[in-house]
T-cell receptor, first 115, second 115 residues
Framework: GENVEQHPSTLSVQEGDSAVIKCTYS??????FPWYKQELGKRPQLIID?????GEKKDQRIAVTLNKTAKHFSLHITETQPEDSAVYFC??????????????FGAGTQVVVTP | KAGVTQTPRYLIKTRGQQVTLSCSPISGHRSVSWYQQTPGQGLQFLFEYFSETQRNKGNFPGRFSGRQFSNSRSEMNVSTLELGDSALYLC??????????????FGSGTQLSVL
């Protein structure tokens, strides 16, 4: 089955700097890669996702890149702000209209943005 | 539109007991997934239901079971509780199965403590 590894487990950045979180996946058939953000005491929420037919996707200060050959994808947060402090989870699955594949999550990255 | 509702919010049980957790998905969502969240372990997939049928199951013992009703509400049951079952149990709903690239909406979770 799919296995997703996420690094680093913790990331401390100065406000205004960039943060990068990397995930690798094992199943070459995986084609859907979402990122979820979980603030302390709150539920996870989708912040961005990418499909395998796209190499990069941006949404304001966040972007995700995908390298299918190397089987890894990354989350980039630019101009970090204190409200970006949270745990970020990557995930991967073999999506498709008839797919019943599991959405496999990484272990999470605790991001701390210091003023 | 009401979000995903999980009840109860907190549960305290003793070893050997059983527990039932409930999840009401967003209206119109037919897929419900369950995840176990523990510190350092991220989100571990338990199972996913779609149209009252279990479509996928994670690597958990048979003590963990679930079901989905015709109104898409779901319950999960854990029998013969062990100390290691202490965790936050998150339910998530989506229009169609999550692996098909559909955004997951998470509930606030049920915090289970086994003494």
């Amino acid at each position: 089955g799919e296995n997703v590894e996420q690094h680093p487990s913790t990331l401390s950045v100065q406000e205004g700097d960039s943060a990068v979180i990397k995930c690798t996946y094992s199943d070459s058939a995986s084609n859907y890669f979402p990122w979820y953000k979980q603030e302390l005491g709150k539920r996870p929420q989708l912040i961005i996702d990418i499909r395998s037919n796209v190499g990069e996707k941006k949404d304001q200060r966040i972007a995700v890149t995908l390298n299918k050959t190397a089987k890894h994808f990354s989350l980039h947060i630019t101009e970090t702000q204190p409200e970006d402090s949270a745990v970020y989870f990557c995930a991967a699955s073999r999506g498709g209209s008839d797919s019943w594949g599991k959405l496999q999550f990484g272990a999470g990255t605790q991001v701390v943005v210091t003023p | 539109k009401a979000g995903v509702t999980q009840t109860p919010r907190y549960l305290i049980k003793t070893r050997g007991q059983q527990v039932t957790l409930s999840c009401s998905p967003i209206s119109g969502h037919r897929s419900v997934s369950w995840y176990q969240q523990t510190p350092g372990q991220g989100l571990q997939f338990l199972f996913e239901y779609f149209s009252e049928t279990q479509r996928n199951k994670g690597n958990f013992p048979g003590r963990f079971s679930g079901r989905q009703f015709s109104n898409s509400r779901s319950e999960m049951n854990v029998s013969t509780l062990e100390l290691g079952d202490s965790a936050l149990y998150l339910c998530a709903s989506s229009l169609v199965p999550s692996a098909q690239g559909e955004k997951l909406f998470f509930g606030s979770g049920t915090q289970l403590s086994v003494l």
